[in-house]
DNA sequence: GTTTATGCAAATTCTTTGCAATACT
DNA sequence: AGTATTGCAAAGAATTTGCATAAAC
């Protein structure tokens, strides 16, 4: 079986065209991606359907919202994470320039200290900056 | 001088009753507020005067953008900061149930290494749980 | 045959733009 | 007086909801 049978299967979600091709495009693509730019990948798709099915990814855990301080969301493969527990630590990066969002899957946020009475769920860390590709050509 | 006019003046903004209103709900807030909340707390104000008035004091370095995995775009001073450069060592707390965002002023993000290539301009680390005043709810 | 997912239309929410009127210095 | 800011109207993104049709199991 495919890879994004697998998948959908292991969390009760039914085969179905659009969800296999919007999965298979996060498996094909290391960055994280907007709604927007899955729309434009597959036009033969509606876009509320699209909606829907991000939003059944993130709720199962096949996907995760990544931080960001732009205007619409954008989503990554849950590759750390297991089922319906978000055990994240995610550490991303965002190019200033080109603007995409790149897991670093080999950087680890290290441990820090919570204050007293708040209870850590999940862990975000968004590097803002400048990526290897924008760098090299100036 | 009063403190609201201090800072306006300090970044050469003409000062406002709009800007002098927003900054003062800002430096009497702990929390992170979205657009929509400020509106709430000045429904006398064009809601377009405060889009343009935040976008304008995030751009002096007065208040920064705050990572979220929601809709809305949420702002909150910048204590650390200098004028222009904004170089933020944020960590920011993210209730689940309230959902209210707070700076965690005490907690620095520890450091720890970019992959090569990589050159880190911001960082912005963001804890979503639960707050000492939910969790005593429950 | 049931249940779940899709597509379409329409409504909501969030944000931006243009321009004339107004307020700040 | 001269320049920057505001308010209003309107447009433009991003997202959500309702409901009938269609597809998966």
Redesign the pocket.
């Known amino acids: 079986m495919i890879e994004t049978e697998k998948i ?2 292991k969390h009760n ?7 296999r091709s919007i999965l298979d495009i996060f498996l094909n693509n290391p960055v994280a991606l ?3 730019s899955i729309e434009e990948k597959l036009p ?10 991000l ?2 990814f993130v709720e199962n855990g096949i996907l995760h919202k990544v931080l960001d301080d732009g ?3 954008k989503f990554a493969l849950c590759h750390t994470c297991h089922d319906h527990k978000h055990t994240h630590q995610h550490v991303h990066f965002k190019c200033e320039i080109c603007l995409d969002t790149t897991c670093l899957e080999k950087t680890r946020i290290p441990s820090f200290v919570m204050p007293d009475g708040f209870l850590a769920h999940e862990i975000g860390l968004l590097v803002q900056g400048i990526c290897p590709k924008c760098s090299q050509k100036n």
Chains 1, 2 share one sequence.
């Open positions: 959908l299967k979600l039914r085969l179905t065209d659009g969800r907007s709604h927007a033969n798709f509606d876009r509320v359907t699209i909606y829907r099915t939003y059944s205007m619409a969301s």
